[in-house]
């Protein structure tokens, strides 16, 4: 089975949960979701060092 990943800009990680499971192959079973959470990194957050 191949991988995908998928990048959404969220208001907060409920609202991506939901659209990960409205999705229709996982709506179908034929796929699964995990929701991994990151930062973008620039000068106002020393680039995350």
């Known amino acids: ?21 409205a999705e229709p192959l996982v709506v179908g079973g034929y796929a699964t979701f995990k929701l991994v959470g990151f930062q973008i990194a620039n ?3 020393n680039y995350l060092l």
């Open 43 to 45: 000068r106002e957050n």
């Open 1 to 21: 089975m191949e991988k995908q990943m998928y990048i959404l800009k969220t208001e907060s990680r409920e609202e991506a949960e939901e659209i990960c499971k």
